[in-house]
């Protein structure tokens, strides 16, 4: 799942960032999976994600559209469930309850390498694939401030426009928008669910500084 992989920010902000995407694939288990893939759902949701999202629904979370009982809802004739953490212990009990059911379902987390990584090993699993960014490459003077590309890369389809996060910077330090409801905005576009609202609530209000 390479389009999580490309988060910028600080070691600091990226300990409290976690991606984690459930993922069928067809003629080896998508057959009957619907039932191991809502199972997936509830756990994910006991657990309490920052934002979760149905691409197909165009439901997220941060827009309001999706809950755990239209997640659940959502999982007929599906491939996958996508969903984010803020808080490294919430991802770690969620890896740890599908250890223990044994669905059978890809399950792919996104993060620092050191914290996946470590977590991993605390839970006993070994990753089958690894799979890093290599940074970017081309024309870096074009692309926005490094302080905005921390809340455009958290939509690895380049979904959130700099100009809506500038605004939600904007809005915060005008005292029109309190922080969170400025982080929802931000989150919208990104119809996987994967943008962290806790942790760009977090930005928006280190911004006031």
């Known amino acids: 799942m390479t389009h999580s992989l490309h988060r910028q920010g600080s070691v600091e902000s990226l300990k409290n960032d976690y991606v984690m995407y459930a993922r069928c694939a067809r003629g080896i ?42 997640a659940l809802e959502y999982q007929k004739n599906t491939r996958g469930f996508i969903c984010c953490f803020s808080e490294r212990e919430r991802m770690k009990r969620v890896l740890e309850r599908l250890k223990e059911e044994d669905l059978g379902i890809s ?16 839970v ?61 905005m931000v989150g919208m576009p990104c119809i996987c669910g994967i943008a962290n609202l806790k942790r760009a609530a977090a930005m928006l209000e280190k911004s006031l500084n």
């Open 29 to 70: 288990n998508l057959d009957g999976a619907e039932p191991k893939v809502r199972r997936i759902v509830e756990i994910v949701f006991d657990e309490g994600p920052t934002n979760a999202g149905d691409s197909p629904h165009h439901a997220s979370m941060a827009d309001g559209r999706l809950s755990r009982e239209t």
């Open 107 to 122: 399950i792919v987390v996104s993060g620092l390498i050191d914290e996946v990584m470590a977590m991993a090993r605390e």
């Open 124 to 184: 006993g699993l070994k990753p089958h694939t690894i799979n890093l960014s290599l940074g970017i490459r081309g024309k870096k003077e074009l692309l926005p401030s490094a302080e905005v590309m921390e809340f455009t890369t958290m939509c690895g389809h380049g979904l959130v426009a700099s100009s809506l996060v500038e605004k939600a910077v904007a809005e915060v330090k005008a005292g029109t928008k309190a922080v969170e409801e400025a982080a929802r």
